[in-house]
């Protein structure tokens, strides 16, 4: 007999692909009345999966990865991609796209002020191709360089044209900060930092992370990420990388007179933060707790938080979640 999980993921799959709107509505799980599939299916399911998998695509295998989860290969005329489904015994409460079958991801997720999600969520897609989050507990904007302010994380950009794309953030409503010769620093229209340096393609080359001690950051996040070579090493910064050395890395930095956030307080904001995903979130816990982090009290949001071992803040999210 076909597994019941499966096929019910796959009929959310194929109410996706065929843009079904009525029917990924009527799939939700009470968590996700709130989620409106229509906007999601234009902006993000068909443009991500026409990116791994090119059109004409079929879905060739679909399997049970653990209780609630279910994982799909998608094949198309441009290669293939793989979809996560959670299910409940009441619907659909998470998807997630790949172009490959790949544990232990992360992604940003920038703090915002009430109301302030889709101006700036058009900001960042207007920079970067990457899939960014966007969510609350914003807090107090920081004002860099002031330490008094901190911007606890940012992100470096890289750009082929680094004035055609300072034209373009400051048309989108990013402010000026600091010219430093071989990159140049902005804020987005919530005040966040950001660095554009100038390379081959325009993509998100590093989220960067302040802290007191770098060695220290650079173990955690390296051994939570599977991140394990360091293509640069100086006592006040060091960035760790995948294996194959896919973007984006992350930079651990230096900061005199370091503040660290203290979630969920508004007066320390954390202003960015990652969200990790895995199929096994209780092994990924482990590891996390092993190497230092610390678990915070849980606020009402979905996923677990814990705080790394400079206080950052971080959620712990199974693949789709």
Request: aromatic share 8%; glycine share 10%.
């Amino acid at each position: 007999m076909a597994d019941d999980l499966v096929e019910r993921a796959r009929s959310v799959v194929e109410a996706l692909e065929r843009d079904d709107v009525e029917a990924v509505a009527a799939a939700r799980s009470a968590r996700l009345m709130d989620w409106e599939p229509g906007p999601w299916m234009r902006e993000a399911w068909a443009p991500r999966l026409e990116a791994a998998a090119g059109s004409g695509r079929r879905v060739v295998e679909g399997w049970r990865v653990r209780d609630g989860m279910a994982r799909f290969r998608l094949e198309g005329d441009g290669g293939e991609a793989f979809v996560t489904v959670l299910m409940t015994a009441d619907g659909l409460y998470g998807l997630d796209i790949a172009a490959e079958v790949q544990d232990w991801r992360f992604a940003v997720c920038i703090g915002c002020a009430d109301g302030q999600h889709d101006e700036l969520r058009a900001f960042w897609k207007r920079l970067v191709d990457t899939p960014l989050n966007f969510g609350d507990g914003y807090g107090r904007a920081p004002r860099w360089p002031d330490p008094a302010y901190p911007q606890q994380l940012h992100l470096d950009v890289v750009v082929p044209d680094l004035e055609a794309a300072e034209a373009d953030v400051l048309a989108g409503g990013a402010t000026k900060l600091r010219d430093s010769g071989t990159f140049r620093v902005y804020a987005d229209p919530a005040g966040h930092p950001f660095c554009l340096y100038a390379g081959e393609t325009r993509e998100l080359a590093r989220v960067v992370i302040d802290c007191p001690h770098p060695a220290v950051l650079a173990d955690f996040w390296g051994g939570l990420l599977e991140m394990p070579e360091r293509v640069e090493e100086t006592a006040d910064r060091i960035v760790i990388a995948r294996p194959d050395g896919r973007l984006p890395m992350i930079a651990l930095q230096r900061v005199e007179d370091y503040q660290a956030p203290r979630w969920p307080d508004p007066d320390y904001p954390s202003q960015l933060h990652l969200d990790v995903f895995s199929d096994d979130r209780v092994e990924r816990e482990e590891v996390a707790l092993r190497l230092g982090a610390t678990k915070v009290p849980p606020q009402g949001g979905g996923c677990p938080v814990y705080a790394d071992p400079a206080g950052h803040p971080f959620c712990l999210c199974f693949t789709g979640e």
